[in-house]
Structures are given as structure tokens and as C-alpha cells.
């Protein structure tokens, strides 16, 4: 029967079974006494090797089953004394990973990377994420859906698509589970989940970017506006993260650095127009009228609601219709602006909500001022004709919710196995 | 405030609001005092109206906004008696899709085929299915992970693939998350599940098979055989099926006739040769050496099975290696046969499984039976290389299992949206 590191415990003598990875193996095993340290994925466990002659087989990053019984404790910290040691996973030797290792080598050797305790850490804080949130949603009467991925039509814009052959004919990947999701609504569904692989063709290789990652969507029925969307994520986030704060918060600050804090709600608010005076003010003049923050501007946007109101979290709202797609509605009938936002985290957007345009005719007028590619949607407006009540939602990226709760700098530090344009291993 | 259909209660003349869909109009509004059948996601309510005037812009299946008082009740059932009435989703008159419409047709109008509480039932079982596996994967210490969607090279038979023009090359869609979850194990994660779409480029069309459909994905380190990872599946199905039973039986047995029943455990087991010898004295003689069931076989095993010991569900184990993937373990070194097993439930498979080679000398001279394409292959298994410890798991299809738990016949009606080698829509 096997035994955790962080269960070992018993009389001296006691006899016991550890698995994992021969973390550190010391240079010289014909020293005596030599000390081998053994990690699994609760912690490390120093093991006293009586002949050196049992170490011979071993290798640094080496799968190793080990029989050894409690020893004496050095400085309060527990040690086992090295009955029987099996090498059931050989590592080559040298391991192809250092301390320090570029970003990039690392991705390289991403399941190396994964065995440090920190790298672990933020897939242990990412399966606590989404627990809680199932949790929440759960307790808020909602179905979880899975869209499908295969679509037959371009979106609107034609850009950032991948195009599969499928079976001699062009399919696509869903940038989003957008439509799926509102059609959920005409469905009935009333309340709607899902957290799902994202694809999108996108050339730029940034620390926010990546060619597919895992979106949290969700969607809802009969809201009066997109204040209750925004209401609504603000709930489950600090639900989500108070989950977090409980189960991890010692291990992130230990390993990160960073306190979890759970954000005060209301989030601040600023509308599109405020946040443009805004970041105006702070030295970044508009050179066109503005109707989108670019990263430096999300960035200025942050400096001040941070200096303003201690918060890390803001909602910009009230986008121009120019700058959003044709499906947002309106702030009222016939004005410029849309019931949309964006949510910001230190100047990373990590979502996009808002309400739809549920009014098939109205829905359409909005499509045809891009009459080029008109037709290309309309077989997907087909459901807003069959009876779809007002309803809205929104999109999160999971793994930029990670970097930015952990308080990283680049997605692939909190994505399993990133992809990117030139990135498609391991 | 609106109020669900399930929760209206209140003295006569309370003034309450309900949203949801005009699902039964009356044909002649102009008669006295008709009767409107409203219905939400938790039930219908009749409402009387006063003058069928307030009727006349309403079309069955529109989504309707109901102030509305509380009335008499009729029969012991309430009823409510209308104030105002807002069309909010107008439907196109008259509903594209009729009662006891054949299954192409309900899934051209998913979104109104999925109005129907019976098949709203069957996502209301999903989510209950998937919340309890959850709550089980966080009582054993798993990790959620989420693979990536596109990999660089096919897999080894180079069949049942899309291809993706990723940025100017070839890139597949993965057909399983099974060496990234192998990976995960590599990377010391020890137990880790995923639930996530699959790419099957399966040009049939049966009603077992689609292109896409979520795989329930487990996989766990330092297992000592494949029997290990049975008992695991026994117990996450029989935790997650009590669930159900709990939440929906008497819905499933009102709406599909069907009584949902925890399986004892342990589920039967039968080896492969075992179970060809059953299918052959059931009448079907194997033309050659019986290495794997086909549908008719799977369907007398469950017969008699069934007949035998009253249980649904079979393991069958212990496949011969030509059956089964490369990267099975054999039952002994040197074996023809593999620590691998199927579960059939009623004749339907949804699940395979095993364990895996872990040792990379023997997992390359398995692979290399196949010359021609262990060359594709040979990147992915650099992992064994740097200490992966034993493992196995499995991969269980979700619309199969809701298929067999609900007693229907056919994957497309327990899938939100379906996509086949034909259906790329809505």
C-alpha cells in the first residue's frame, strides 16, 4: 500500500511504500550514507541510503518505487531509511531541463516543467476555478451544454478561421460557441454553460495569445439588460476566487508571491467614452476618435481605477456599434452605442459580454451593413424566427483568468500544453 | 419579478409575471374566455384570457412576457388569468416542425425539438451525470486538465482524421486526448480527467457513430494492472448514476419510461476469448479467430449476460494485441493478449481501456510492429524517456452513456447539436 509524502508519519521503524521521482540523487553514491530525495506530487521526502551500491540504477527524474521504514527525524523533519528501491520509470540521463530554463525551452519539455511544484500549482488552482464555478452555476439552475465545434459556414468577419477538410467539403472551427449558445436560448434552455476548446487563426505570437484555449461561456434568458449579465459574472467570480483564496491561498503566496484576494463587488464601471477621456488624460492622446483600448491604453485604464479605487477589476461598457459584432444590441433603439462590455483585469481583458439583438429584423438590418457577408450568416439568424426571448451572456477566457489571479505574464504559464502558430508539440 | 411556472402559489387575485412560450394558441380567439398554454423550462400554465383580442399577435411558440393574476384553479390545478401580454420573440406562423416528426427533421429545428421536456430531460442528465463524476474526480484527488485540440502529427493508423490548414500546414484534430493525458502522468499530475470534444473523421452514418461527441477522459499513475482501473470506472459510474436517480427518476420514468437503477458492482467480467465463445454458442460461428466483438456479437453477449446475472452492463478484457493500439501493456511480458478491456453497456460500447506500456524500450518495439508509420509516432513517445511511472485509464463516450441510461437507440438525440459525415447544421 503506497503512502503520500505529505501522509508519511509513524513510529521509527515503521515500515513504508513511497512512489514518485528521484528528485535529487546524490553525485557520489560510494559516500556513505548517501541521501536520495524522493517527490511525489504532495511533497519530498529525504531518503537515507545505507550502501550506495542501491543508487547505481538511479537517475535524476527517474519513476521509483520505494520500500523504506520511518527514520530518525533531522531537525524536526521527517526521513526514511532505503529498504528496497525499484526503478520502474528509467529517465535519460542528463535531464534535457535546468533550473532557469527560457520560456520557451520549457514549453519544450512541458511535461519536465510540470513536475515543479509551482508549474503543478496553477493546474491545482485551475480544477478548484472551475469546481467553484460549476458549483455556482449548479446552485443557479444551470445546464451545461457542449456546442460543436464543426461549423459549416465562415463567421462574418472570414478572419481568424481554421478550415478542416471534411469529407472533400470546407468545414470550420468555432472561434466561440456564440450562436450555439444563443440558440440554447431559443431552445429554452434559460440558463447555459459551457467551458470548451476555442480555436482561432490568429498569426501574432503575444503573451495573451494563443490558437486555441479553453472559453467559459455563458448565456442567459429573460435579463433586462446587460447590467444583469455583468451582475451575474460578477457573483460567480468572486465565488469562483473566495473557493480559491480558501483552498490555495498559502500555496500561491508561498510559490507566487501573490495574495488572493476576493474583489468587492460592484466592480467598477466605466463607459467606452470615459475610459477614452481617461486614458487620454494619461498621456496617450487619441489620434482618431476612439472606440476600442488597445493593450497600452488597457494598461493606462488600470493605472487609474487602480490608484482610484484599489480595484484590479473594471468594466468598460457602452462600446460603439462600430466596434462590436452586428449581433450586440443597442443601448436604445437607433443609438450609436451597444449594450456591451468588456471586463479588464490589471489591463487584461478576460471577457467579452453582453445583450444580443433577439429582434430577427432588427438583427438582420444590423448584419446588412456588412452586405458582402450577409449571406453567409443568415442561415444562423434562422432561430431568432421561431420565438427567442431577450437574453445575453458572456465569454472567458480561462487561462488569462489564471495569469491574471496568480498575477503572471503569459498564458502558456497557465495553459496544460500551449499551441500557437509555430507551436504544435509536444 | 418574474416567477417559474413551478413556483406560481398565492391567494386568488395575486398579480404575478411569467415568462416563456405561447405553446398551445386557441385557433379562435374571438371566443369566449380561451385559453392560452404558456410554458417555461419547469412547466405550463393555462391562462384564461378576457378578450381574445389580446390573442390576435400572438403565434404558437412565441416568447411571450405574462402579467397575469392568480384565478380559480380548475380541477385542483391552477390557473392564471391574463392582465397584459407582451410578444417579446414573435414566431413565424406557422412552427416549422409538427409533433412526431422523424429524427432528421427534429434535428434540422433542433433548437425547437429541444423545447420538448423530454429531450430538455436529457441535458438536464448530462449536467447531473457530469456534476456528480466531478464531485467524485474531487473526492480521489484528480486533476481537471484540458488537452490540446490540435497536434502536429497523424496518429499511428493515419485513419478517421481531419486535417486543418494550419497556417499554410497540415495540423489534425485530435481523436483522443491519449498521450496528452499520458503526458499528464509523465508530468507527475497522477490522476487526472478531462471532459472535451473528439475529431472522428468516421464517414458512416449509424446511430452509434458522429464526426465530434464529448469524450469523459480519466487517466492514473501507479496502478498496478488494468483491473485497477475497472474498479475505478465501476465506482465513478456508480456514484454518478445514484446521482441521477436521485435528481430524475421519476422525470425518466414519466418521460421515458425508464427506471434508472444503480449497477451493483463488481460489473461481470468476461475475457475476449470468453466472450467469442459465448457469441458463437449463441449462433454466431466465427468465420476466423475472433479478435474483437462486432455489434451482433456485442449484442448476444448482453443477452446473455443479461440472461445470466440480470446486470446491463460487461467488462470483456484481455483483447489479443492485434485487436488493440500499440501502446497496451500486454497481460505478461511476452503475452499475446493486453491489459485492456471495452465496457458494453446493453451490447453498447462505451468505453475503452487499460494499461499502458510505460517502459519506452518496450512501448518503440511494439509501435515498430507497424514500419511503416512508427516514424509519425516515434516524437510522441519521448515522454517514457524521463521516468513516467505505471498508468492506465480509459475514455467513456458522454452521448453513449446518456444513450444507454436513458434506454434510447440512437446518439444524435442525447447530443446538443449533432454533426455526421451529412450534418454540419444548425
Known amino acids: 500500500m503506497r503512502t503520500l509524502v505529505r501522509d508519511l508519519a509513524g513510529p521509527t521503524g515503521t515500515t ?49 518505487d520505494v520500500t523504506a521504514t520511518i527514520g530518525a527525524p533531522r531537525e524536526g523533519v521527517l526521513r526514511l531509511v532505503l529498504v528496497d528501491l525499484r526503478v520502474v520509470g528509467p529517465a535519460a ?36 476555478l472551475e469546481r467553484a464555478m460549476r458549483d455556482w452555476w449548479d446552485r443557479h439552475g444551470f445546464l451545461e451544454v457542449h456546442t460543436p465545434k464543426f461549423r459549416a459556414a465562415p463567421n462574418m468577419s472570414g478572419r481568424e478561421l481554421f478550415a478542416v477538410d471534411y469529407f472533400g467539403r470546407p468545414a470550420y472551427l468555432a472561434q466561440s460557441p456564440q450562436f450555439y449558445k444563443q440558440m ?41 439588460d446587460h447590467e444583469d449579465v455583468m451582475g451575474m459574472e460578477e457573483e460567480l467570480l468572486r465565488s469562483a476566487i473566495a473557493e480559491v483564496a480558501l483552498t490555495h491561498s498559502a500555496a500561491v503566496q508561498d510559490l507566487f508571491g501573490r495574495e488572493i484576494r476576493v474583489p468587492d463587488a460592484p466592480f467598477p464601471r466605466v463607459t467606452m467614452a470615459e475610459a477614452a477621456a481617461i486614458v487620454a488624460g494619461r498621456g496617450q492622446g487619441p489620434t482618431a476618435p476612439r472606440t476600442d483600448l488597445d493593450a497600452d491604453g488597457e494598461r493606462r485604464l488600470a493605472e487609474h481605477v487602480g490608484g482610484k479605487s484599489g480595484h484590479e477589476l473594471v468594466f468598460v461598457t457602452a462600446y460603439p456599434a462600430s466596434a462590436r459584432p ?11 452605442l451597444t449594450r456591451s462590455f468588456d471586463l479588464l483585469w490589471n489591463g487584461v481583458e478576460i471577457t467579452t ?15 446588412e451593413r456588412n452586405p458582402a457577408r450577409v449571406d453567409v450568416i443568415r442561415p444562423y439568424l434562422d432561430f431568432f424566427r421561431h420565438g427567442c426571448p431577450p437574453h445575453g451572456g458572456f465569454g472567458l477566457g480561462l487561462s488569462r483568468l489564471l495569469m491574471c489571479l496568480l498575477g503572471l505574464d503569459d498564458v502558456r504559464e497557465t495553459t496544460f500544453l500551449p499551441r500557437d502558430r509555430h507551436r504544435l508539440t509536444p
Chains 1, 2 share one sequence.
Not at 37 to 60: K, N, P, W, Y
Open 184 to 224: 440554447a436560448m431559443s431552445a429554452g434552455f434559460e440558463r447555459v454553460f459551457e467551458i470548451g476548446p476555442v480555436f482561432r487563426a490568429n498569426p501574432l505570437i503575444t503573451p495573451r495569445h494563443d490558437t486555441e484555449f479553453v472559453s467559459v461561456d455563458v448565456e442567459v434568458a429573460w435579463i433586462d
Open 326 to 336: 452586428f449581433y450586440h444590441m443597442r443601448l436604445k433603439d437607433g443609438s450609436a
Open 353 to 367: 459580454g453582453g445583450q444580443r439583438e433577439h429582434r430577427y429584423e432588427r438583427l438582420v438590418a444590423q448584419a
Open 16 to 64: 513504508v511504500r513511497v512512489c514518485g521521482w528521484a528528485e535529487a540523487v546524490p553525485d557520489n553514491p560510494c559516500t556513505t550514507a548517501p541521501v536520495l530525495s524522493v517527490r511525489d506530487h504532495t511533497g519530498a521526502v529525504d531518503v537515507i541510503v545505507d550502501a550506495g551500491e542501491q543508487l547505481r540504477a538511479v537517475t535524476q527524474g527517474s519513476a521509483v
Open 93 to 128: 540521463d542528463p535531464p534535457p531541463l535546468g533550473d532557469g530554463a527560457p520560456l520557451d525551452a520549457r514549453l519544450d519539455w512541458r511535461y519536465l516543467d510540470l513536475r515543479r511544484p509551482r508549474n503543478r500549482l496553477v493546474f491545482e488552482v485551475q480544477t478548484t
